[in-house]
């Protein structure tokens, strides 16, 4: 099922053909993707990150799955949360991101498909994450009934990701800076111009905060809530496992 509203899943590709599109591009930037993200975010997805880390709820022993992991900046700071008794398993369906993500003692990487994730136990988790992932991913139904098949009652999901904000003032700086300055930055850094011009209509074409909480909703999460960050250019959504906390 394709989420995009009518109007604009013209745009881009749906389905596997979307999926594949994502795939090639991840792999051709993998090499430039963590210097170009701190260099678009001016850092800040470290805070950002921090957020969702807090959100989870996560303590030391903990066991985390962060889906869509890239090259692991997500996946890294969840398992500094856990500690070395905890574990976290980091999915990512590109080769290149995952090589190029750091190790580390209590994180193990895959190669898998977020949306179909074969050989990962149900109920195993106590948080699931994904970070800047949910956008580049046609069938969200599919994403979030994983993520909630793989938590335990009572675990936690949480979804970071870029939003188009609705206040005058960030929504003329997010027109400067993502329609304009990231694709030819992105470009120029990566050498990969497409991949961030994909970005910013990525975007425009991903579902309204409303509406990703009801997704999110009818594939076995409740009490979602999502709050803005950054003055609504970045959404964190969250949701609880149904059933008793164990
Ligand atoms: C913008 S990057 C985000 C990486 C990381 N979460 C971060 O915070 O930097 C998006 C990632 O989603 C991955 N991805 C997209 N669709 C996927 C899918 N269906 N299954 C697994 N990974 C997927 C891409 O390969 C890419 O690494």
């Known amino acids: 099922m394709d989420n995009a509203p009518k109007e604009t899943r013209d745009r881009l590709p749906s389905g596997a053909q979307r999926a ?7 792999d051709r930037i993998a ?10 975010t001016a850092g800040l997805n470290r805070l950002w990150n921090k957020k969702v880390v807090g959100a989870t709820g996560l303590g030391p022993g903990g066991r ?15 398992a500094k949360k856990v500690g070395p008794e905890g574990y976290v398993l980091g999915v990512d369906f590109s080769r290149e991101m995952l090589r190029a993500a750091r190790p580390a003692p209590n994180v193990e990487y895959r190669l898998g498909d977020a949306t ?16 800047y992932g949910a956008r580049n991913i046609p ?9 909630a098949r793989t938590l335990r009652p009572g675990g936690v999901a949480v979804c970071l990701e870029i939003a188009r904000p609705e206040g005058r003032l960030s929504s003329a700086f997010y027109g400067v800076w993502f329609d304009r300055i ?9 050498g990969d111009p497409s991949a961030y011009s994909y970005l910013p209509e990525s975007v425009k074409e991903f579902v309204a905060p409303r ?12 009490d979602v809530t999502w709050e803005c960050v950054a003055g609504g250019i ?10 008793d906390a164990g």
């Not at 090499?31 to 678009?40: E, F, I, K, Q």
């Not at 179909?116 to 970070?131: K, M, P, R």
């Not at 990231?182 to 990566?190: F, I, Q």
């Open 20 to 26: 594949g599109m994502v795939r090639e591009m991840f």
């Open 31 to 40: 090499g430039r993707y963590d210097l170009m993200n701190t260099v678009m």
């Open 64 to 78: 985390a799955l962060d889906l869509a992991c890239g090259t692991g900046s997500l996946t890294r700071d969840l």
């Open 116 to 131: 179909d994730l074969e050989g990962v136990s149900s109920g195993a988790f106590d948080a699931a994450t994904i970070a």
């Open 139 to 147: 069938d969200l139904d599919a994403l979030f009934s994983e993520m």
């Open 182 to 190: 990231v694709p030819r930055l992105g470009g120029l850094v990566s």
């Open 211 to 222: 509406e990703l909480a009801d997704i999110i909703e009818r594939n076995g999460l409740q």
């Open 234 to 243: 970045i959404t964190l959504h969250r949701g609880i496992k149904r059933g």
